[in-house]
């Protein structure tokens, strides 16, 4: 069975092997690289690795449509992940689920530019309670009620919802920092406008057409078609395909088909004691 261990408040599978302080030396891809998507899983992470796959190869769908997603944007916390990173020419993409106590201080003060997506936590409780369901080295979440128990007290594979956002969020206001939320792209017309933000942040010029065909290929009816994307190459030994399928609705607002009104209302009371007095606005509040 997996092994789990915990790490610094956080449950996370033995496989990935952390490490507390990367090395961060001129030639570390700290310094020429594009770290994101940073979320907590089920969090829209795939789909903004798809968007910033997308805007490096400036709209062109051939990388996305070739090359696997973990291996255009290897995870930091999977032991081989950084030196993946240095095998293809800046700028890199690296991707992390992991709170920001784990990365070292010296990430703040290098030329990264972090991109943090954040998604509704009543979805991410849903999304990831499915996805718990089909991945064989994560915890049977058992019944939603006990699972929806299990978030609020941040008794998850990588940790409390809570305590990821405002880690992440403390460091709004700096120069190499960008937030960014799942909802902001549910529609394409919305899309439209974050590729353009996106693209702003990372000082990277793109046309009307490439950006039309950044949103094209990072919908998510694109991504589900893309066996590159979709994890349906991903091996028996770690996915139950028989259960499902990863990508799975891509929508906003899924939690109202799965919630009663009663857990909705425990979850609200939750969300506002542990967000209320940070000044942290959302689009579902």
Known sequence: SPTWCWADSLWTHTNHGLSPEPPAGPGHP?????????TLS???????????????SDGDPGWVRSVLNRDRAPWVEHGPGLEAALKYPP???????????LFPK??????????????????????LYHFSKLLRFIR??????SFLEDFLSGNVVYGSWFDHVTGWMGLKGNENFFSITYE??????DLQGSVRRICHFLGKELSEEQ?????????????KGNKMSNFSQMSDEYMDHQKGELLRKGICGDWRNHLSEAQSQRFDTVFRERMQGLGLTFPWD
């Not at 020429?32 to 998507?37: A, D, S, Y």
């Open 140 to 145: 049977d979440p058992g019944s939603l009620e």
């Open 42 to 56: 089920s969090l829209g992470t795939s789909w903004m690795l798809e968007i910033l796959s997308l805007i490096r």
């Open 106 to 127: 010296s990430l703040q003060r290098s030329k990264a530019k972090i991109i943090y997506t954040l998604r509704c936590p009543k979805d991410v409780l849903v999304s």
């Open 30 to 38: 700290w310094h020429r690289v594009v770290l994101g998507p940073l």
């Open 211 to 223: 950006v039309a065909a950044v949103v094209e290929n990072a919908s998510f009816q694109s991504m």
């Open 91 to 101: 700028p890199r993409l690296l991707c992390s689920h992991l709170p920001v106590q």
């Open 184 to 189: 902001d792209g549910c529609l394409p017309q």
